[in-house]
Structures are given as structure tokens and as C-alpha cells.
């Protein structure tokens, strides 16, 4: 027994970075899950405007851009366990801080620092992944994202939990700040060193490499890309059970459309994680476009209660991956600056995020609850706009 045990212990000590990184891909989506479900219960009980409630999520947003652009670079410098740390640190104020909350500032304050830590988690993740795993990445990535979204379905289920036995939804973030404070430790213990290549960049080179990628028409077109897409699924994610509830549909059973709208989403990942050996990731992010926004058309025209279920699969199996194939795409085109590379990508998405959702708290409060649908779909003919776009400049620079 005592042999079992300590090759146990033999066992988690030598994959400890895998465990980091899987505890914290399932814990990072967990919080945004939750507030997305509970949007239409905090507004009431905190008596908050939609319009306000998009604000919050623009904060939120905020938070994440402002993150991801240090952090991509004290990434480079000082490598990546400061970042990890702090981020998890924040993440468990913000959960701390949300739990107390009585009113709309500090509510808000509290997201924005959510926002933060969740905003530098996220790209040291990415890096992390993208150092450890030095073949295969783009299948990585989405295995990566595809334990983000079964952390988006135990953040419902443990929202439905709660709900459930009829506890104050504060519950489900004081549970979800104690898990990343467990992880928190996990990680001081962690030595992270061997697997980040730390660089000794200085101010010059810095800019150089900012240069490099702004004047790269191909990095161009990925930060419209990740720009609309984080946005449209920013939006259909926290404003899901709101739209529901304007549909008459209660929380409970939205959240339980919403569990099966993540697995929609795994399903996805597994089949592009297959499709990236046959296609480049460029021919897969304007395929998987197209298809997601018919999904969107279909959504939105259909009156049918399951037909509309079958077209959120859809958007769910079609949109989910994107992301991660274009920072795959990202890293391919230039792998010697992958901090300053992923920081471009995420904030491009961030501040997608930022202006978007709080348009669409503002089209709630004017308009109705479906409004955000048509927004989404507006947005997603952009999304195949600059996809072709980059399908076009890819198929021009293999021929030079």
C-alpha cells in the first residue's frame, strides 16, 4: 500500500505541469460562465441596468487587455511563473471581492480585476503550452481550449447546483476563488523554469519586434479576426440566458442549453484538433466561419424551440477553435517573439470584446432581447470578411 502510494506521489510530481496546466484551463472559464448565467439574477438583486451590465463586461474586458499587454512581456523578460502567480492572486481578489459586493462600483471594480487575472492567465497558458508542446501546436491549443469548455460546463452545473438548492448565487465565485487559491499553491511549489526560455530583450528590440508584426499585413488581419470573434462570442456567451429569459425561458433551463452548448463545443475542437492534419489553419478558420454564421441565420429565423438548440450546436461545433488556430497561426509566422506575438492576439480580442459587448448592453436596453442575435450575426459577416482576406494574402506570400 505504502509503494502505491508513493509511486502515486512519484507520478503527480513528475507531470505537475500538466496538472497546472489542465486545473487551470478548466478553472479560467469557470468564473465567466457563471456571471453569463447569472446576468439576469445580479441585475435584479444589485439593480443594474443592461446597459451597465454591458458595461461591467466591457471592464471586464478592460482588465483582460490591460493584462495581456504586460504580461506578454514579463513573460519575455522575467519568465513565466511571476505572471501565473499574480494571475491567480488577482483572479482569487476578484472572486473575494465579488462575493462582498453591494453595489455597482465596487461590482464592477471587482470584474475588471476578474478581467485582469484571468487576462494574464490566459496568455501565460497559451505560452506555456506553446514552449512545452514544440510539435504539433495547433492541436495543443485545442486540447488546451477544449478543457476551458468542460470548466464551462462545471461552472453551470455548479450554478444549476446552487440555484437549485435555492443559496445566493455569491456561492458559486466564494467556491471558485477557494479552487484557484488551492491552485495557487500548486503553483508556488512548481518550478517553471525549464520549460520557458527566458529572452534578454532591451527597449529596442521590443519596438523592433511591435514593428515587425504591425507592419505584417498577415498579423493585420488576424487582429480583425480574433477582434470580431471574441467579441460575437463575448456577447452570445453572457448575454445566453438573457436572451432565453426574453424567450420566457427560465435560468435553469437556459443554463442546461448552455452545458449543452460546451460540449457542442468540445465536439468541435476534437474535430478541428483532426481536420488541422489534413488542413492548414487558415483553410479551417474560413470554413468553420461560413458554417457558424448559417448557424447564426438559422438561429435567428427559426421559431422552433429545438431547431434553434440544433443551430446553437452549430455555432458551438463551427466557431469554437478559432482563436486558438489563429495564435497557432500567429506563433508559425513568427515563433523567436511568442510573448509579444500571443500579447497581439489577445489584446486584439480583448478589445474586441471591450467595445462590443458594452454596444450590446446598450441595443438590449433600446431594442429587445434578440437584437444582440442580429448584432452577433452583423459582426460574424466581418469575421468572413477579413477570413478571406487572409486566406487570399496566404495563398499570395506561398507563391513568393
Known amino acids: 500500500m505504502n509503494n502505491k502510494f508513493l509511486d502515486i506521489i512519484y507520478i503527480i510530481k513528475n507531470n505537475i505541469i500538466y496538472i497546472v496546466i489542465l486545473s487551470e484551463s478548466i478553472l479560467i472559464s469557470m468564473p465567466f460562465t457563471i456571471f453569463g448565467i447569472l446576468v439576469p439574477i445580479i441585475s435584479v438583486d444589485l439593480n443594474l441596468s443592461a446597459s451597465f451590465m454591458g458595461f461591467v463586461l466591457s471592464v471586464n474586458s478592460l482588465g483582460c487587455f490591460i493584462s495581456?499587454?504586460?504580461?506578454?512581456?514579463?513573460?519575455e523578460l522575467f519568465g513565466i511563473k511571476r505572471v501565473i502567480v499574480v494571475s491567480n492572486i488577482c483572479l482569487i481578489l476578484g472572486m473575494a471581492m465579488i462575493t462582498f459586493a453591494q453595489n455597482d462600483i465596487l461590482f464592477a471594480f471587482s470584474y475588471f480585476i476578474t478581467g485582469f487575472g484571468s487576462g494574464g492567465l490566459g496568455i501565460a497558458l497559451n505560452f506555456l503550452i506553446s514552449s512545452v508542446y514544440k510539435s504539433q501546436r495547433s492541436r495543443?491549443?485545442?486540447?488546451?481550449a477544449s478543457f476551458m469548455f468542460i470548466g464551462a460546463i462545471l461552472g453551470?452545473?455548479?450554478?444549476?447546483?446552487?440555484l437549485y438548492l435555492e443559496k445566493s448565487w455569491r456561492y458559486c465565485?466564494?467556491?471558485?476563488?477557494?479552487?484557484?487559491f488551492i491552485?495557487?499553491?500548486?503553483?508556488?511549489?512548481?518550478?517553471?523554469?525549464?520549460?520557458?526560455?527566458k529572452a534578454t530583450f532591451n527597449i529596442r528590440a521590443?519596438?523592433?519586434?511591435?514593428?515587425?508584426?504591425?507592419?505584417?499585413?498577415?498579423?493585420?488581419?488576424?487582429?480583425?479576426?480574433?477582434?470580431?470573434?471574441?467579441?460575437?462570442?463575448?456577447?452570445?456567451?453572457?448575454?445566453?440566458?438573457?436572451y432565453f429569459k426574453g424567450l420566457n425561458v427560465q435560468v435553469t433551463t437556459s443554463s442546461s442549453i448552455l452545458i449543452l452548448y460546451s460540449l457542442s463545443e468540445i465536439a468541435g475542437l476534437l474535430l478541428k484538433a483532426h481536420l488541422i492534419k489534413f488542413w492548414s489553419e487558415s483553410k479551417l478558420i474560413i470554413v468553420k466561419s461560413v458554417i457558424a454564421l448559417i448557424c447564426f441565420i438559422g438561429l435567428i429565423f427559426t421559431n422552433n424551440f429545438l431547431v434553434k438548440i440544433?443551430?446553437?450546436?452549430?455555432?458551438?461545433?463551427?466557431?469554437?477553435?478559432?482563436?486558438?488556430?489563429?495564435?497557432?497561426?500567429?506563433?508559425?509566422?513568427?515563433?523567436?517573439?511568442?510573448?509579444i506575438v500571443l500579447g497581439y492576439i489577445y489584446s486584439n480580442a480583448y478589445i474586441g470584446s471591450i467595445f462590443l459587448l458594452y454596444i450590446s448592453g446598450l441595443l438590449i436596453e433600446q431594442f429587445s432581447h434578440t437584437s444582440v442575435l442580429y448584432f452577433c450575426l452583423f459582426i460574424w459577416f466581418l469575421l468572413n470578411f477579413f477570413a478571406f482576406i487572409n486566406i487570399i494574402l496566404e495563398k499570395k506570400s506561398s507563391y513568393k
Open 68 to 75: 495581456v499587454l504586460i504580461a506578454g512581456n514579463i513573460i
Open 140 to 144: 495543443r491549443l485545442l486540447q488546451f
Open 156 to 162: 453551470s452545473l455548479l450554478t444549476i447546483s446552487i
Open 173 to 180: 465565485f466564494t467556491i471558485i476563488g477557494i479552487l484557484f
Open 183 to 197: 491552485i495557487l499553491l500548486i503553483v508556488i511549489k512548481t518550478d517553471l523554469s525549464k520549460f520557458v526560455v
Open 206 to 242: 521590443f519596438l523592433n519586434a511591435y514593428k515587425g508584426i504591425f507592419l505584417d499585413k498577415r498579423f493585420v488581419i488576424m487582429g480583425f479576426i480574433v477582434f470580431f470573434h471574441d467579441g460575437a462570442i463575448a456577447i452570445f456567451m453572457n448575454w445566453f440566458t438573457t
Open 310 to 339: 440544433f443551430f446553437i450546436a452549430g455555432i458551438g461545433i463551427s466557431s469554437t477553435g478559432l482563436f486558438m488556430l489563429v495564435s497557432s497561426l500567429g506563433v508559425g509566422l513568427n515563433n523567436k517573439n511568442l510573448g
